[in-house]
């Protein structure tokens, strides 16, 4: 069974900071893509930061670009999500997300596979 757990989420004043963080309880953590994505009522869920399973490289959803921070340890298979100068259009259901597409790494084959967490809900508000 996998397991992904949020944390970290919670009422914060606009321009202030929070730090989610995502625990794995997932085999081959290094081999998975990891994700955040947010869901505000009303809207779609939408891409928030993604870190690769390979170089580390990142990427950012522009209305979060040089706020926001992803970043993982593949040592404890964790994920975080550095947020700062909150705003009120910030606020919505965090979801920490496990994505791998098919790949051939020397004489292993990794299958496709996603898995997401429940959620944390983060609320920017005076």
């Known amino acids: 069974q996998v397991h992904l757990v949020e944390s970290g989420g919670g009422l914060v004043q606009p321009g202030g900071s929070l730090t989610l963080s995502c625990a794995a309880s997932?085999?081959?953590?290094?081999?998975?893509?990891m994700n955040w994505y947010r869901q505000a009522p009303g809207k779609e869920r939408g891409l928030v930061a993604t870190?690769?399973?390979?170089?580390?490289?990142?990427d950012y959803a522009d209305s979060v670009k040089g706020r926001f921070t992803i970043s993982r340890d593949n040592d404890k298979n964790t994920v975080s999500l550095q947020m700062n100068s909150l705003k009120p259009e910030d606020t919505a259901m965090y979801y920490c997300?496990?994505?791998?597409?098919?790949?051939?790494?020397?004489?292993?084959?990794?299958?496709?596979?996603?898995?997401w967490g429940q959620g944390t809900q983060v609320t920017v508000s005076s």
């Open positions: 997300n496990a994505e791998r597409h098919p790949y051939r790494s020397g004489v292993d084959y990794y299958t496709r596979a996603s898995y």
């Open positions: 997932i085999v081959n953590f290094r081999t998975y893509a």
């Open positions: 870190i690769s399973n390979s170089d580390g490289s990142t």
